[in-house]
Nanobody
Framework: QVQLVESGGGLVQPGGSLRLSCTASGFILDDFAIGWFRQAPGKEREGVSCSSRDDRKSYGDSVKGRFVISRDNAKNTVYLQMNSLKPEDTAVYYC???????????????????????WGQGTQVTVSS
């Protein structure tokens, strides 16, 4: 069964850190472009950080310098290290896969032909004092 499962969300104070994990089953994550998205209440889903299959990376303007995306191929897992968290980072975070032909910015600056192939179920991140 093809599946992406996120974990690591929770409640954190402003300025704190969290690391989200996304583990794939039923397929090899390294064969695909990967991305992290988020959706806050009342807002559209947005791309946060993405990686091409050859591990070139991009970040949304709102998270540059604070978030880091990485892969651990041995664990078939992708991570999102989130530092200096702000209340506006509060959202449900989703990992996703895309075509292995996609470039590094496929999820933060999507073109009309970009399509997500698989979604995880999401993990809630709440930044609040």
């Amino acid at each position: 069964q093809v599946q992406l499962v996120e974990s690591g969300g929770g409640l954190v104070q402003p300025g704190g850190s969290l690391r989200l994990s996304c583990t794939a089953s039923g397929f090899i994550l390294d064969d695909f472009a990967i991305g992290w998205f988020r959706q806050a209440p009342g807002k559209e889903r947005e791309g946060v950080s993405c990686s091409s299959r050859d591990d070139r990376k991009s970040y949304g303007d709102s998270v540059k310098g604070r978030f880091v995306i990485s892969r651990d191929n041995a664990k078939n897992t992708v991570y999102l290290q989130m530092n200096s968290l702000k209340p506006e980072d509060t959202a449900v975070y989703y990992c996703a896969t895309g075509s292995p032909s996609y470039g590094s910015s496929w999820c933060v600056n999507p073109t009309p032909e970009v399509d997500v192939w698989n979604w995880g179920q999401g993990t809630q991140v709440t930044v609040s004092s």
